[in-house]
């Protein structure tokens, strides 16, 4: 029990984390509350009182990103052209997506600033714009996982193949392999679950654009969230292991 406290606490102590609980707590409101609002034709006083906590935590999230600008700069320099990658795929699709990544802060935070009145444009344009990278993200996120897939693949048929004197080796490098494949398709679920909605707040026209529910806005960002919560919580692990 106080282990399970403890990671909490140091979950919530980490920006990271605080952002994915929050995350977590907004969408998983929405669907109950979308849920509940839909059951009662909207009469619900539970569900409306969840939609607008949801509301709040999302309005949360946007606040809290505009000091993101420096860290995504930080980690587009870092990783630069890509040239550390052995894949001349991934490092074109990664060094696009932080292009992208890059774009979607300014293009937020003014349509923030539009909503909060502090700057004189319409903010319609610059939340479609800021949708738009989000997804162009989530669509390369996708394209990257499954072409890193397809490579941890022909790494484990090529092992398998190759007669090593180590075998213990041969076996921690595929069960390796194996827990970065499992994670990569995660990662591709996730990103898709998230690009359905980025899809259905695009403008009215494309694809299925404003036809969800809230309920299933809330599931899939729902999805989305757990997803993540689940990746830190290994990544983390693993990194406690491997120190």
């Known amino acids: 029990m106080q282990e399970s406290i403890g990671s909490i606490v140091n979950l919530l102590e ?8 929050v995350r977590t707590l907004c969408y998983g409101s929405q669907l109950v509350g979308g849920v509940l609002s839909q059951k009662t034709a909207g009469s619900s006083e539970v569900g409306k009182s969840l939609m607008l906590f949801s509301a709040q935590l999302s309005h949360c999230r946007t606040v809290l990103r505009l000091f993101d600008d420096l860290s995504m700069v930080a980690y587009s ?3 630069g052209l ?6 001349s795929i991934v490092r074109c699709v990664s060094v696009l997506t932080n292009v992208a990544d890059q774009l979607y802060y300014p293009c937020e935070h003014i349509a923030w600033a539009a909503d909060a009145e502090l700057v004189k444009v319409k903010s319609d344009k610059w939340w479609t714009l800021s949708t738009l990278l989000w997804a162009s993200s989530l669509l390369l996120g996708a394209l990257r996982s499954i072409r890193v897939i397809f490579l941890l693949r022909r790494k484990l048929r ?3 193949r190759t007669a090593q004197e180590n075998v213990s080796e041969r076996l921690a490098m595929q069960r390796e392999c194996q827990q970065q ?7 591709i679920l996730s990103c898709l ?3 359905s909605n980025a899809i259905h ?3 009215p026209g494309i694809l299925w654009a404003g036809r969800f529910p809230k309920w299933l806005v809330g599931l899939m960002g ?3 969230s757990f997803i993540g919560l689940y990746q830190m919580g290994s990544s983390d692990s693993e990194h406690e292991a491997t120190s």
């Open 222 to 224: 729902t999805v989305s």
């Open 158 to 160: 090529k092992s398998r």
């Open 82 to 87: 890509g040239n550390r990658e052995d894949d």
């Open 14 to 21: 980490s920006y990271r984390g605080r952002d994915k609980v």
């Open 77 to 79: 320099r870092n990783y």
């Open 201 to 203: 707040w695009m403008p």
């Open 181 to 187: 494949i499992k994670m990569e398709f995660l990662g």
């Open 193 to 195: 679950a998230d690009l």
